[in-house]
């Protein structure tokens, strides 16, 4: 079992910046990916940037160049929003890749106004 708790959400101005933590627990050694999810109501939830255990990144094309995905030696998980946008806006979910199961956490909410 992995348990994930998110943290960081908010209201934030369009062009600001927004830091999202999500710090992973339990059965973390078989954790070979982590990653951010988000979703808009009606719309399915879609990838924002994910990271493999060994570093590799991917990020939505929306996002490259603004979203930066990091991971310190606490199995903590940052999302670095820098020139945020109106279409940013979601519940923004954290996602754990195991060897027996996918993990979600509870999700928080980003809002950025214009």
């Known amino acids: 079992q992995v348990q994930l708790v998110e943290s960081g959400g908010g209201l934030v101005q369009a062009g600001g910046t927004l830091r999202l933590s999500c710090a992973a627990s339990?059965?973390?050694?078989?954790?070979?990916?982590m990653g951010w999810y988000r979703q808009t109501p009606g719309k399915q939830r879609g990838m924002v940037a994910a990271?493999?255990?060994?570093?590799?990144t991917t990020y939505a094309d929306s996002v490259k160049g603004r979203f930066t995905i990091s991971r310190d030696v606490n199995n903590t998980v940052y999302l670095q929003m820098n020139s945020v946008k109106p279409e940013d806006t979601a519940v923004y979910y954290c996602?754990?890749?195991?060897?027996?199961?996918?993990?979600w956490g509870q999700g928080t909410q980003v809002t950025v106004s214009s």
């Open positions: 996602n754990a890749e195991h060897n027996s199961a996918v993990y």
């Open positions: 339990g059965s973390i050694s078989s954790i070979w990916a």
């Open positions: 990271m493999t255990t060994d570093g590799m």
